[in-house]
């Protein structure tokens, strides 16, 4: 399968400010990224699909403003979470297709908002 | 909306026993993918099963898929502590097929 890598594995920011992060597939390209965000328990709620060089289509009750999203080349998308809050504290997964549409999960970033 | 669920939530069993989580679809699926996620892990792809009333099996792992395509089930044999996690089921959303929507997943915790 192919090789997802997710910047920060981890981070903890304080209320109000804003976080980056980094999706990569390292062996091979892909146009179209998605990112998903999963509850301690819960299952993973899509968040917004990333399509490379242009803007990403987000799911209702998903605020693109809030969380701004670019795929700036075919092995990276960025997901930034701009002025956190406690509520957004989440496990956040980024994924791509492959050829019969199966995902391959990144490793996951872990926010915590203080 | 499109909705996909899974029976049972949790699942504790003694290792050695069988498990078995089902899934149903509140649409009808073109396919369908397993995924298991490990505690503190993110998912992994396992299988996809793509024609009604498929069959699939991956060692002490089988796969089925219903004959309406509505409805899948996972049954692991003989469970080890190795299949603990979080087992889901996923189908491509009726607005896109490469959008997929997960199911609610089903827990395993095994008592050694």
């Known amino acids: 399968g192919a090789v997802v890598s997710q910047h920060p594995s981890w981070v903890i920011c304080k209320s109000g400010t804003s976080v980056k992060i980094e999706c990569r597939s390292l062996?091979?390209?892909?146009?179209?990224m998605f990112w998903y965000r999963q509850f301690p328990k819960q299952s993973l709620m899509l968040m917004a699909t990333?399509?490379?060089?242009?803007?990403?289509?987000?799911e209702q009750g998903v605020e693109k403003d809030k969380f701004l999203i670019n795929h700036a080349s075919l092995t990276l998308s960025t997901l930034t979470v701009t002025s956190a809050h406690p509520e957004d504290s989440s496990f956040y997964i980024c994924?791509?297709?492959?050829?019969?549409?199966?995902?391959?999960f990144g490793p996951g970033t872990r926010l915590t908002v203080t | 909306g499109q909705q996909v669920m899974q029976i049972p939530q949790y699942q504790h069993v003694q290792e050695g026993e069988d498990f078995t989580t089902y899934c149903n679809s509140s649409?009808?699926?073109?396919?369908i993918q397993w995924y298991k996620q490990r505690p503190g892990g993110h998912p992994v792809f396992l299988i996809q099963?793509?024609?009604?009333?498929e069959v699939k099996k991956q060692k002490r792992l089988t796969f089925q898929f219903g004959e309406a395509k509505k409805n899948s089930s996972l049954h692991i044999t003989a469970t080890q502590t190795t299949d603990v996690g979080t087992y889901f089921c996923?189908?491509?959303?009726?607005?896109?097929?490469?959008?997929?929507?997960f199911g609610s997943g089903t827990r395993l915790s095994i008592r050694p």
């Open positions: 649409t009808t699926l073109s396919n």
């Open positions: 062996d091979f390209q892909a146009t179209t």
């Open positions: 099963l793509v024609k009604s009333g």
């Open positions: 996923a189908g491509p959303g009726y607005s896109s097929a490469s959008k997929i929507i």
């Open positions: 994924s791509f297709s492959g050829s019969t549409y199966e995902q391959y």
């Open positions: 990333s399509n490379e060089g242009s803007k990403a289509t987000y």
